[in-house]
Every structure is written in C-alpha cells, then in structure tokens.
C-alpha cells in the first residue's frame, strides 16, 4: 500500500505561518483528489482544503482566504501553506489521496498527521 508522511508541523504564536508537506511513497494509480484534513482533541475530522489533479481547489469556510492547498509536478507531493494562524486551528493535520481503481472503487490513503499548535 502507497504511504503518504507529513511534515511541516509545530509550534507557532497566533499570526504566525507554516507550510505543511505530503509525500506519497509512490505514484498513485487513477489519482484524483487530494486533500488535508484536521481534527483538534475531542472533536470530529473535519476537512480543510481538498484538490482535484486538474487543479480545482475547495476550501472550508474557516480557512478561506489563510490557507493555500498546492501540489507539485509530478503530483507526489501536497501542501498547505497556512498563514495568519489562530489557536482554533491547533489540530492534528492529516493528508488523503484518493485512486480511482473504476469508475466504482476509490481507494483511500491518509498519513498519520502532524500536530500544529498555534498559541495565543
């Protein structure tokens, strides 16, 4: 199975920035949207911003306007640019890829996130 890592996470002051990091272990087959989701202590994953491999992008409301989804050539590698950070963006950041196998059957691949704590 494909493994995604994520880098980039840390500690920063409210205002601040950081640049998250992604990188698939290979190519995947029938790629078609990547994205980053979050999830702070006892609350739901959440998503944050997602990705079409034509470049289409999406963002949630909480997010628009500060983060940049972005990915590199070849598409192995997904980041999130996050600026003007608030605290009620700590969480654990986690990337998915998504494969078409069929027009059916999408395989699903998530990292096992990074924590970023923004404090006050």
């Known amino acids: 199975q494909v493994q995604l890592v994520e880098s980039g996470g840390g500690l920063v002051q409210a205002g601040g920035s950081l640049r998250l990091s992604c990188e698939a272990s290979?190519?995947?087959?029938?790629?078609?949207?990547m994205g980053w989701y979050r999830q702070a202590p006892g609350k739901q994953r959440e998503p944050v911003a997602t990705?079409?491999?034509?470049?289409?992008?999406n963002y949630a409301d909480s997010v628009k306007g500060r983060f940049t989804i972005s990915t590199d050539n070849p598409q192995n590698t997904l980041y999130l640019q996050m600026d003007s950070l608030k605290p009620e963006d700590t969480a654990v950041y986690y990337c998915?890829?998504?494969?078409?196998?069929?027009?059916?059957?999408?395989?699903?691949?998530w990292g096992k996130g990074t924590l970023v704590t923004v404090s006050l």
């Open positions: 998915k890829f998504t494969g078409a196998r069929s027009a059916s059957y999408f395989e699903d691949y």
């Open positions: 290979s190519s995947i087959f029938g790629l078609t949207t």
């Open positions: 990705i079409t491999r034509a470049g289409s992008t």
